[in-house]
C-alpha cells in the first residue's frame, strides 16, 4: 500500500539544470529519512544524497556541490534540485524512503525511477 513515486526528470543540455521530485503515499508515518539515488547502464547504483531527522544530509563526491537534497516538514516528501549537469550524470534516478522500526530494523520503499539524460 505505500508507494513512493519520482517525477521531474528529463533530457537536457551540459550545463542545464533539473529538479527532482519524489513523493509518498499510503502510509501515516514519517519516513526516517528519505534519498535519491542513480543507476546509469553497466553500473552499480549508487547514492547521490539522502536526508534524514532532524535534516541532517549527506552527498556522494561526484556531487561537487551541484545537488541539493531538500524535505518538506511532512517529512516524505523530497526534492533533488540539480545544477550544472554534466553528460556523467545520465542515469535512472530513484528515490528511497527509509522506515525504522526498534523490532524490525530498517524498511526500504523504492521508487520505480525518473530518466535524466544529459548530452553534450
Known amino acids: 500500500q505505500v508507494q513512493v513515486v519520482e517525477w521531474g526528470g528529463g533530457s537536457v543540455q551540459a550545463g542545464g539544470s533539473l529538479r527532482l521530485f519524489c513523493a509518498a503515499s499510503?502510509?501515516?508515518?514519517?519516513?526516517?529519512?528519505m534519498g535519491w539515488y542513480r543507476q546509469a547502464p553497466g553500473k552499480q547504483r549508487e547514492l547521490v544524497a539522502i536526508?534524514?531527522?532532524?535534516?541532517?544530509?549527506q552527498y556522494a563526491d561526484f556531487v561537487k556541490g551541484r545537488f541539493t537534497i531538500s524535505r518538506d516538514d511532512d517529512e516524505n516528501t523530497v526534492y533533488l534540485q540539480m545544477y550544472d549537469l554534466k553528460p556523467e550524470d545520465t542515469a535512472v534516478y530513484y528515490c528511497?524512503?527509509?522506515?525504522?522500526?526498534?523490532?524490525?530494523?530498517?524498511?526500504?520503499?523504492w521508487g520505480q525511477g525518473t530518466q535524466v539524460t544529459v548530452s553534450s
Open positions: 536526508i534524514s531527522r532532524p535534516g541532517n544530509t
Open positions: 499510503g502510509t501515516r508515518f514519517s519516513f526516517s529519512s
Open positions: 528511497k524512503g527509509s522506515r525504522y522500526r526498534s523490532q524490525y530494523g530498517t524498511s526500504d520503499y
